[in-house]
């Protein structure tokens, strides 16, 4: 499951952000903790440029082994934070009340999600993933 979490997260995090990460794991599950904030990087000449928008993770997964098949659980919450009063947000209001809004973006996402994958005699595997967010904004509306 390790390199299905790896390429999950290279595909929503790329190389394009100043980051820390902090991780422990025990038998019982595995604790992270993440923090983002992305640089201009590949898109100017500058390179370290930083926008002025941060990036917060945090999770703990457990997995889930019972007689030949294998799970994992995992709680997860996210935070978003734009503060760039230039940027034109997109939502569903006029283009008029979305130009005069230059207040900052927060928005934080909660869930969690449940992967099994069950072993079967004649068939092969399968796979059961049931997933849920709950997302609440602050400053569009």
């Known amino acids: 499951m390790s390199s299905v979490r790896a390429r999950i997260g290279h595909r929503l995090l790329c190389d394009v952000f100043s980051s820390f990460q902090v991780a422990f794991s025990s038998r019982a599950g595995n604790f992270t903790l993440l923090g983002a904030r992305p640089t201009r990087g590949v898109y100017q000449i500058d390179a370290m440029g930083e926008l002025d928008l941060d990036l917060f993770y945090g999770a703990y997964t457990a997995s889930i082994n019972r007689g030949g ?10 935070g978003y934070v734009d503060q760039r009063s230039s940027v034109l947000k997109t939502d569903n209001r006029s283009t008029a009340l979305r130009s005069a809004d230059r207040g900052p973006l927060r928005i934080a996402t909660f869930g969690a999600d449940y992967v099994h994958v069950f072993n079967t005699q004649n068939h092969g595997k399968f796979d059961f993933l049931l997933w849920g967010r709950f997302r ?6």
């Open 69 to 78: 098949t294998a799970g994992q659980f995992r709680l997860f919450g996210l």
């Open 136 to 141: 609440t904004a602050v400053g569009v509306f």
